[in-house]
């Protein structure tokens, strides 16, 4: 059992956030706050994946912030985190896919680099020129990229935010000599940034911005590394060959899913997120200007940005994993609110065959995940059935009719949204989410 540190201080309304962890979510160390039941978190994001993944000292694969103690929060109940804006601060980033070096990492380049010359664990780094050899051991001088580009690219956002285009070569080199000005990545962050490896295999091509949160979530009850902390990345924890190995049983128990990359996750959504540690330890980070369902290259474009959120305490939830209502406009089409004018339809045909009733739903997206999208979608429907209390087999049905399976990452997670009855969401506290999302 691990050993949860107690928060004391008075609680604030608004607590600013600027402050990232090594990597690693870790109950037993402090969290930043409290924060009130009903309060606003602000925080200033630092870029997730490539950034954090060559830089070694970073143990997770990301760089979150600090985990904000939430007053009230105990085990079993939930947090609903209410997105109230998300806004890109990089001017410009890269990204790509990825392909693990081999002699650099321990069993997981994403959590145990080593550098090849000296043998150091996890070493400190210097940057020197740009490129893809550029960050050395700051110990022996050795090249300890942990990954390198197989297809990738820079790109620069115009000045309302509204697309990104990639650059030629030469841009992208002048770019990388300044990378930590044109991502803006915040003060206290430690991480290499990225546009440092100056790729540049697209170019030209335009991509429209829609921001949203790739990690957001609440502490794990286990130290975990931050890119980790879900079904599908987390598989690779079980049976490792470092410090953060875990069975299927612990991931199981302890995870908190709050690595998602579900695009739905933006400004005007609401998740809410099962409290595994006292105070919740709510955690942000990997702000993404664009992706695709599936983020299918493996990553997106990473930048940093600043988010405000609004937590509020669901006492006695019981939820095992994430749940989220999504903006009207993110709803599948079989799962938006029924209107006045399909209601008038169906009470016709209620009377027209005597039905005495008609249900009355609103949409609802249980996440789930695993090694594969087999796996988060089976995932997915069991906490569903599992939180109204009935059968996987009604959640099929219903997420078939009224909903959807959609893909969060591949390979494993997934949104599993369908209209679910108004009293199976008042059984478990959701209903005044839902309501307040989309309407009576």
Known sequence: MVHKAKQVGEAKELLLVNEFIDGVLDPEKPM?????DGGHIVAHTAPGCWGPMITPCIKGGHEVTKPVYVEGAEVGDAIAIRIKSVEVTSRATASGNDRPVEGRFLGDPFIAVKCPGCGTLYPETVIEGIGQEAIRCAECGQNVTPF???NGYTMFFDEQGDVGVTLTKEAAEDVARSGREYMQTPDNSVQNPIVTFAPHDLVGV????????GQLGTTPSRPTPDSHNAGDFGSFLVGAPHEYACTDEELETHRTDGHMDINRVRAGAVLVCPV????????????HAMQG?????????????VVHLQVHVIKGAGL?????????DDLPYTAKPITVAERRS????ARQWNIPELEESLPVSFVGSGPTLNDATGNGMQRAADAFGVTVEEIMNRATITGAIEIGRHPGVVTVTFLAPVDYLKKVGLHELAAGQYGE
């Open 32 to 36: 930043l706050g409290p924060v009130k």
């Open 148 to 150: 390198e580009f197989t």
């Open 206 to 213: 335009i991509a429209r911005t829609r921001p949203f949160l």
């Open 276 to 287: 595994k540690v006292p105070g919740g330890g709510v955690y942000l980070g990997d702000m």
């Open 293 to 305: 369902d599936g983020e299918i290259a493996g990553h997106t474009t990473d930048v940093a940005g």
């Open 320 to 328: 095992a994993g994430p749940v989220l209502f999504p903006n009207t």
């Open 346 to 349: 169906a009470e016709k045909v």
